[in-house]
Nanobody, 117 residues
């Protein structure tokens, strides 16, 4: 079992920045894939950004150049730096980790991000 706790969400204006953080109960070097997803009202959950254990990253086209996923091994966190946010970034953001060995996946409780125009 892995517990994930997101923090850093809130209400911001378009063009501003926000930093989400996900604290994991397991050492992140042991995690194969770490990711941030989001779900807007009436829409399906979608991948925003992911990072695999070797450091390779992947981003949704809609956030490329604006969002950056990173990890902090000392703090055991996975972070999402969101710059130049847009109203369409409004959603509940979820942290996720995945383990290749047993295909287990764990989710955080989600955190609201609201961008006003």
């Amino acid at each position: 079992q892995v517990q994930l706790v997101e923090s850093g969400g809130g209400l911001v204006q378009a063009g501003e920045s926000l930093r989400l953080s996900c604290a994991a109960s397991r050492k992140i070097f042991s995690i194969n894939v770490m990711g941030w997803y989001r779900q807007a009202p009436g829409k399906q959950r979608e991948l925003v950004a992911s990072m695999i254990s070797n450091g390779d990253t992947n981003y949704a086209e809609s956030v490329k150049g604006r969002f950056t996923i990173s990890r902090d091994s000392a703090k055991n966190t996975v972070n999402l730096q969101m710059n130049n946010v847009k109203p369409e970034d409004t959603a509940v953001y979820y942290c996720n980790v995945f383990f290749w060995g047993d295909s287990s996946s764990y989710w955080g409780q989600g955190i609201q991000v609201t961008v006003s125009s």
